[in-house]
């Protein structure tokens, strides 16, 4: 039997302009919205959370609109909204982060 694996691999267009926050812990968080198209299914758009050295970096690099290329895995947070009703969101938590752009040159060479 093959083992479950939770794995993501998105490309897409950054929907609005990414923002840094901090989570619980105060680590710091980028965080953006990717729009993915995909003929006959419509689109979607893919809330991604991205912890790492490079938050700042990433942050400053990234544009709303420019393509991109996420690996990470699927994780739901589940809450109870103020009428009581429970509300689940998946998110990607992203372990890789890349300007589709920039992995489109690397595959070139």
Known sequence: MTPHVNRVCLRGEIARAPS???????QLQ???LLTTREPGWG????PIV?????VMKLALALR???PLAVEGRIVTYRWRDPEGEERAQPIVIA???VPAASEEKRLAS
């Open 20 to 26: 840094v926050g901090r989570d619980g812990a105060g």
């Open 30 to 32: 980028l965080r953006v």
């Open 43 to 46: 689109t979607e758009h893919h």
């Open 50 to 54: 991205y912890q790492g050295a490079s």
């Open 64 to 66: 709303q609109g420019e």
């Open 95 to 97: 372990h890789r982060i």
